[in-house]
């Protein structure tokens, strides 16, 4: 079974940044596409970005195009999302998840694609 941590929410003020991580346990964690996605209160959850096994392939929401950075590191078993310049509509719950599809240079937008979920970190952008 694999098991997704978060880490790194927490309050900012506008403009400013944070950094995700998330850490999976699991051997074929080098072979998963994974993602990250978010879900303020009432709201629908959203695909916020994803990156391929290898990180050759990489996908961002429009609204966080040229703000936001997903990456990993398989030795580590850790990907990270590195947020700049957010916006109070960045405030949510944002959570890591795991597609374990192996091997695949494919991403995946859609929630429904991904098989494990970790429990999420609060990010709250307010002055």
């Known amino acids: 079974q694999v098991q997704l941590v978060e880490s790194g929410g927490g309050l900012v003020q506008p403009g400013g940044s944070l950094r995700l991580s998330c850490v999976v346990s699991?051997?074929?964690?080098?072979?998963?596409?994974m993602g990250w996605f978010r879900q303020a209160p009432g709201k629908e959850r959203d695909f916020v970005a994803a990156?391929?096994?290898?990180?050759?392939?990489?996908d961002y929401a429009d609204s966080v195009k040229g703000r936001f950075t997903i990456s990993r590191d398989n030795a580590k078993k850790t990907v990270l999302l590195q947020m700049n310049s957010l916006k109070p509509e960045d405030t949510a719950v944002y959570f890591c998840?795991?597609?374990?599809?192996?091997?695949?240079?494919?991403?995946?937008?859609?929630?429904?694609?991904?098989?494990?979920w970790g429990q999420g970190t609060q990010v709250t952008v307010s002055s």
């Open positions: 998840a795991a597609d374990r599809t192996y091997y695949s240079e494919s991403t995946s937008s859609t929630k429904y694609d991904y098989d494990d």
């Open positions: 699991g051997r074929m964690f080098s072979a998963y596409a």
């Open positions: 990156i391929s096994w290898s990180g050759g392939s990489i």
